[in-house]
């Protein structure tokens, strides 16, 4: 499918009461409203394709750009390209996930991270913490720099409740997902959870509430979760 076939498709797919809801979760025109499920059958014909997804993702509408998280070949996305999108991304739906997810499967993910996280744009720091929590959730732990993620959750809990409003919030799903998959570091994120204790963020007109660390810990513990790493980032 070339962009302008993958865009009417899209168009014809979108309804005004889903595209109400995304307005109220911070997307921003355009915008068609496509629900996550209905996009499944064309990522599945399309499967992955670098060029389609870069074009896509340039219109700036928020559906082609969810959908071009969904087709991104991650191996072949240079850090121009992770600029890029994380620089135009319609909401934070699109730079906290979609951005996030290409870029923890991609080879450029720690460095971007950490880069990502040093931005004084609200926007491009939560997608860097976002990036990290999705990164530890899909590569082994004999992979990972224990040391120096150890050394995030202490930052996390030094500036998270004086940090950004989307800031906060990916400061938060990363302490969740360290303790959630890492192994080594599920203790120290269970004492950085509690440490942090609630986290106040503003999820505008929505019924969403931020979690709480050390529940969801918990809960993926008892789950048997730490150790089972996910297959990709991406949903």
């Not at 355009?30 to 064309?42: C, E, L, N, R, S």
């Not at 599945?44 to 070949?73: E, P």
């Not at 240079?78 to 994380?86: E, G, Q, S």
């Not at 089972?228 to 991406?234: L, P, S, T």
Request: glycine share 6%.
């Amino acid at each position: 499918m070339t962009k302008d076939e993958v865009m009417k498709t899209l168009a014809t797919l979108g309804s005004e009461q889903t595209k109400k809801t995304f307005i109220r979760h911070g997307a921003k025109e355009p915008v068609f409203g496509v629900k996550v499920g209905d996009m499944k059958p064309i990522q599945k014909k399309i499967k992955k394709n670098y060029s389609l997804a870069v074009d896509l993702f340039a219109t700036g509408n928020a559906d082609a750009q969810y959908f071009a998280g969904l087709i991104a070949d991650e191996s072949k996305k240079t850090k121009k390209d992770f600029a890029a999108w994380v620089k135009n991304a319609n909401y934070s739906m699109i730079s906290e996930y979609t951005v996030a997810w290409i870029a923890a499967e991609s080879k450029h993910a720690w460095e971007l991270a950490l880069e990502w996280i040093e931005s004084p744009t609200e926007k491009i720091t939560a997608s860097g913490w976002a990036t990290f929590a999705n990164f530890v959730a899909i590569q082994p732990d004999d992979l990972l720099d224990i040391k120096k993620l150890e050394e995030l959750l202490k930052t996390v809990t030094k500036k998270i409740h004086t940090s950004a409003n989307r800031v906060k919030h990916t400061m938060n799903q990363f302490v969740i997902a360290t303790g959630s998959y890492v192994v080594p570091l599920g203790n120290k994120a269970k004492e950085a959870a509690k440490e942090i204790g609630l986290v106040t963020v503003n999820m505008g007109d929505t019924a969403c509430k931020e979690p709480d660390a050390i529940t969801y810990i918990n809960k993926a513990i008892s789950m048997g979760k730490p150790g089972n790493k996910k297959k990709e980032a991406r949903c």
